[in-house]
């Protein structure tokens, strides 16, 4: 019995090891993700051009994805039933987004 408890007590050993390491990685990154996030407000501060640049790609972006999705961006606003079908549309594109990069 006792070379059970002996194995079992490794076993936990190793588990909390395991735990551990997670926590100590997830701390890493982190950090990382701080540093990276401080990183990028001090080049934005520093250079509020990008900025700028990075608003007027992203509107670009947005005016090609309603596009897309049959929405002119031009409009004034949708219908509520414009509105609903292409908010059920991305809904369900997320939804497969989401299942093809599960982690």
Known sequence: ???TESSED???QELQQSGSAERQLLHAE???AQQSLQSMENLLAANPKILQQLREELQQ???RRLQGLGVDPSWGGLPIST???KMA???HQRQITAKNHKI
């Open 1 to 3: 019995e006792s070379e």
């Open 83 to 85: 509105f609903s079908t």
């Open 30 to 32: 982190s950090l990382l």
């Open 10 to 12: 490794k076993q936990n």
């Open 89 to 91: 549309t991305l809904s």
């Open 61 to 63: 972006l947005l005016r």
